[in-house]
């Protein structure tokens, strides 16, 4: 289990500075990416051992990198970057 949290966290910082190159711009701060990517990874990795058991050495790295990839979708900013107030604002 060390291995695969070891492991998940890695591939979670990757994908992270995958999405820092790939949307430049449209996501906040390199600390926040970095942070989200590595934990949502972890996550990933532990509820997909949690679910299929110990002995699935391919699917808990994919599971891990499915959801860092779902929990840095959230960080996407729409591409005109402009607060939107809201009704209730004004």
Request: hydrophobic content about 50%.
């Amino acid at each position: 289990m060390l291995w695969e949290s070891i492991s998940s966290v890695v591939l979670g910082l990757a994908l992270s500075w995958v999405a820092l190159h790939s949307l430049p711009g449209r996501l906040p701060s390199s600390r926040v990416v970095f942070a989200t990517g590595g934990l949502g990874a972890l996550f990933g990795a532990y509820l997909t051992h949690s679910t299929l058991g110990s002995g699935h050495v391919l699917a808990t790295p994919i599971g891990a990198v499915l959801v860092g990839a779902v929990t840095l979708s959230l960080l996407i900013r729409p591409r005109g970057s402009r607060p939107v107030r809201s009704a209730a604002a004004q």
